[in-house]
């Protein structure tokens, strides 16, 4: 059965792992931090990251690494807007990563078809604003904020805390009346977890699959796999963030949310290729 993300009447198939390309507008991104903090230069990769086989582009004007001070509604708004426009003129499938209900609603009327929120949608106003949108959206979970998530993380049993806030999420937007194509879900690897809880959250993909909803994996260049590879810098990180990544493809992951679009389409043509033997020479 086609499986679709619903957005704003566009529907993006999900049949097939997607790639979702992130555009940082920011100074102070863990990975790329100032690198696309002017326009143009972020519009520019963002056209690049459609080039190399991403199929929507997730644009933030708010970090939310590990100890990221809070930005002002206004500031982010100046940092996205002007970038969601162009790509969303020029045709792209444009997400916005925000908590904020007024960044929401701004970037939906300059063309965001996807709201991606790691509050999951927990924040004033933020679940009406999305249900009026008419967006798809990611719940994402999170514990505690992002300045303080890697403090101390603990749990009693992960994978059935996790499942659970993401259950409740989704029921909370279902009330509001988002539709279910709409919603697809984000374990929340990095986000108030340690090393070992991220990658047991790869390893029981299965475990949110059984919700019902399409799920979004984010692990790119994060640092749980410099933990396991010894990779320091964020930027040495690729091939650990492609093979996790294909992991929870094979695992029944829908999007990918990745810096790096183009070696991330080449590993899953290989994948395909593999899935899809019988139809090769």
Known sequence: MKRVWLCRGREIDLS???IMGIVNVTPDSFSDGGKYYD???????????????????????????????????????????????????????????TS????????????AIIINDVYALRQKGSLQTAAESGCG??????????RTMQAAPSYQ??????????????????????????????????????VGQNFE??????????????????????SSLGAVTGKASASERVVSSVAAHLLAAERGASILRVH???????ALLVYEAMKNYKELK
């Open 100 to 111: 904020k209900a007024e960044v929401m609603r701004q970037a939906a009327e300059a063309g």
């Open 39 to 97: 326009p143009q230069r972020a519009i520019e990769h963002g056209f690049r990251l459609l080039e190399d086989g991403a199929s929507i582009l997730d644009v933030g004007g708010e970090s939310t690494r590990p100890g990221a001070p809070e930005v002002s509604t206004e500031e982010e708004l100046e940092r996205v807007i002007p970038v969601i426009e162009a790509l969303a003129d020029a045709g792209a499938a444009v997400s916005v990563d």
């Open 16 to 18: 097939s792992p997607v």
């Open 201 to 222: 959250l790869l390893a029981r993909t299965q475990d949110f699959l059984s919700l019902g909803y399409s799920l979004l994996y984010g692990m790119s260049r994060k």
């Open 260 to 266: 790096d679009a183009a070696e991330m389409r080449e």
């Open 157 to 194: 049993n992960l994978i059935e805390e996790v499942r659970l806030f993401l259950k409740e999420r989704a029921d909370a937007a279902l009330a509001a009346g988002i539709a279910a194509k709409s919603i697809v879900l984000d374990p929340g690897f990095g986000f108030g977890k340690t």
């Open 137 to 146: 959206v990611c719940l994402m979970h999170m514990q505690g904020v992002p």
